[in-house]
């Protein structure tokens, strides 16, 4: 069993449907208590550590630079928007999707695509800009 605490504010996200059966496919139990700490158990030690990164991802800001792997939820002509957390989404530029050159976004990457991406940007309203291209060149450490 794994406890850890985490602050209270996003942890609303953790009784949602959504997260309940992503969280729940991986582990056996989950549970917030008010105080913010989260008991995960799990029948292995590896679904355990596969759900605490779900929690972790909800209940934590994302920062400029850091790495994650989303969900294509949106196509534009412009980008596709990825779902790096629940709740949590931001745009890859089409200019952002690839090192090379793309004449359309589709090309690259279609609705419910898994992808890697960096967070190149938080803007001042809050919305995220990440990038595919910049994450290519990452070593796999998550």
Excluded at 48 to 63: G, S
């Amino acid at each position: 069993m794994i406890k850890r605490a985490i602050r209270e504010s996003p942890l609303r996200w953790i009784g949602g449907d959504g997260v309940n059966k992503k969280v729940l496919q991986i582990v056996s139990k989950r549970d917030v208590e008010d105080d913010g700490s989260v008991f995960i158990a799990a029948v292995n030690k590896e679904n355990a550590y596969k759900a605490l990164k779900i929690v972790e991802a909800i209940a934590k800001d994302p920062e400029p630079g850091e790495i994650f792997f989303g969900t294509v939820t949106r196509i534009m002509n412009f980008g596709a928007f990825v779902e790096i957390a629940p709740g949590k989404e931001g745009l890859v530029h089409i200019s952002q999707l690839d090192k090379k050159r793309v004449a359309k976004v589709e090309d690259v990457v279609s609705i419910g695509d898994t992808i890697k991406v960096i967070v190149s940007e938080i803007d001042d309203k809050g919305r995220l800009n990440l990038s595919r291209k910049d994450a290519l060149d990452v070593v796999d450490d998550i």
